[in-house]
T-cell receptor, first 111, second 115 residues
Framework: DQQVKQNSPSLSVQEGRISILNCDYT??????FLWYKKYPAEGPTFLIS?????DKNEDGRFTVFLNKSAKHLSLHIVPSQPGDSAVYFC??????????FGAGTRLTVKP | DTGVSQDPRHKITKRGQNVTFRCDPI?????LYWYRQTLGQGPEFLTY????????KSRLLSDRFSAERPKGSFSTLEIQRTEQGDSAMYLC?????????????FGPGTRLTVT
């Protein structure tokens, strides 16, 4: 059962513009959401997270928005840089250990 | 600190053979996780250790899979009688119980190919 879904397998944006990556979930028990970034031949790297008691968390160029009523979260990267090109995974957890991942979105930032 | 390391990085084996992977977590992390990732999918949780105790196992972890963390430091994941469907990237992650365990730090993974 796919409890975390990333419906866009790929996204291409121009350098300097905003990248918006989307994620939907079905389990209302999820209370913590994370975004991981993955480069080829490396493991996923933690990027940013948000608790279910918040609707926004910002860290430099990265902002995560959570809409609990819609069971939707998004990652905004602005301005996008070529080095941001990677696969981005959305993840969610209900009990602090069993984390569920989406299938990932491949972001390409063109110079 | 060099981060989470995994060995080997690649393993090719014939169907029916046993394989064992090793994970060395970040030294001060007492939580250790194993995931499996297949092509086009995100990591899928397999099992979790708090120190040496295996506290949770996914139903994905069939009887052919076994994981250990005997001294609460490194961990091994063994797959017996490998099948072609076991071909995947096996990821290890670690975290500390002093912070959110949600923030797990991943190793580079071991890519298993079963021929």
């Amino acid at each position: 059962d796919q409890q975390v879904k990333q419906n866009s397998p790929s996204l291409s944006v121009q350098e300097g513009r905003i990248s918006i990556l989307n994620c939907d979930y079905t389990n209302s028990m999820f209370d913590y959401f994370l975004w991981y970034k993955k480069y080829p031949a490396e493991g996923p790297t933690f990027l940013i997270s948000i608790s279910s008691i918040k609707d926004k968390n910002e860290d430099g160029r990265f902002t995560v928005f959570l809409n609990k009523s819609a069971k939707h979260l998004s990652l905004h990267i602005v301005p996008s840089q070529p080095g941001d090109s990677a696969v981005y995974f959305c993840a969610a957890s209900a009990d602090n250990n069993d984390m569920r991942f989406g299938a990932g979105t491949r972001l390409t930032v063109k110079p | 600190d060099t981060g989470v390391s995994q060995d080997p990085r690649h393993k090719i084996t014939k169907r029916g053979q046993n394989v064992t992977f090793r994970c060395d977590p970040i030294s001060e992390h007492n939580r250790l996780y194993w995931y499996r990732q297949t092509l086009g999918q995100g990591p899928e949780f397999l099992t979790y250790f708090q120190n040496e105790a295996q506290l949770e196992k996914s139903r994905l972890l069939s009887d052919r899979f076994s994981a250990e963390r005997p001294k609460g430091s490194f961990s091994t994941l063994e797959i017996q009688r490998t099948e072609q469907g076991d071909s995947a990237m096996y990821l290890c992650a670690s975290s500390s119980d002093r912070g959110p365990s949600y923030e797990q730090y991943f190793g580079p993974g071991t890519r298993l190919t079963v021929t």
